[in-house]
Structure formats: structure tokens, C-alpha cells
């Protein structure tokens, strides 16, 4: 399975029956409870790194991708847009990038 694969399958979830899906009952919550989600999941895989637990990090990982392909979801955001945004600071170093910001 691809990133793609499963931002396709949330999308599809965008008009299923909240009592069919998980990621229809997270999206049926709204946007911002689909970031607080993403957020959580976040937090528990900052844990992970610092406690060093490499197969918990893996799961906690694979949550947060999860989680932030739902709340892009939740706000009309395509997978593609976002790896086209990677796809452009690839043009430039990162620290080009960084100093463009500012």
C-alpha cells in the first residue's frame, strides 16, 4: 500500500456512513478534531524517539501518517499538492528554503 492507496481510501470515507468507518467517524468530528487527533498521535511518537523503541516508534509512526492524511482530508487537501510543495523545495537546499521564509 502507498500513501496514495490510503489517502484514496479516506477520501472515499469523506461520504460513508460514520458507523461504517473509523475514518468517517473522525471526519464526520470535523477538521479540528482530526488535528487534535494528529496532533496526539504526534505527541506519542516524539515519546517513541526519545524512549528509543524502534517497534513502537514504527506504530506510532504509521499513526501519524494515518492521522495527517485524514486531517489534510478534512480540509480539502490533496496528497498531491502536498508532494508537489515537497517536490518544489527539492529545487533548493533546505537552508535556501528556510532562509525564503523569513
Same mark, same amino acid.
Given at each position: 500500500m @502507498?500513501?496514495q492507496? $490510503?489517502?484514496? !481510501?479516506?477520501?472515499a /470515507?469523506? @461520504?460513508?456512513?460514520?458507523?461504517?468507518?473509523? !475514518?468517517a467517524?473522525?471526519?464526520?468530528?470535523?477538521?479540528?478534531?482530526? =488535528?487534535?487527533?494528529?496532533?496526539?498521535? =504526534?505527541?506519542e511518537a516524539?515519546?517513541?524517539? %526519545?524512549k528509543?523503541? /524502534?517497534?513502537? $516508534? !514504527?506504530s506510532?509512526? =504509521?499513526? %501519524?501518517?494515518?492521522h495527517?492524511? %485524514?486531517m489534510?482530508?478534512a /480540509?480539502? %487537501? !490533496?496528497l498531491? =499538492?502536498v508532494?508537489a510543495e $515537497?517536490?518544489?523545495r527539492?529545487?533548493?537546499?533546505g537552508?535556501?528554503e528556510?532562509?525564503? /521564509?523569513?
Amino acid at each position: 500500500m @502507498t500513501l496514495q492507496d $490510503l489517502f484514496d !481510501t479516506i477520501e472515499a /470515507r469523506k @461520504t460513508a456512513d460514520p458507523d461504517s468507518s473509523w !475514518t468517517a467517524q473522525l471526519l464526520a468530528k470535523g477538521a479540528e478534531k482530526c =488535528a487534535e487527533k494528529f496532533g496526539e498521535e =504526534a505527541v506519542e511518537a516524539i515519546i517513541e524517539a %526519545v524512549k528509543g523503541d /524502534r517497534a513502537a $516508534l !514504527t506504530s506510532e509512526a =504509521a499513526d %501519524v501518517l494515518y492521522h495527517l492524511l %485524514v486531517m489534510l482530508a478534512a /480540509r480539502d %487537501v !490533496t496528497l498531491d =499538492a502536498v508532494m508537489a510543495e $515537497l517536490s518544489h523545495r527539492q529545487e533548493q537546499s533546505g537552508l535556501q528554503e528556510k532562509a525564503s /521564509r523569513s
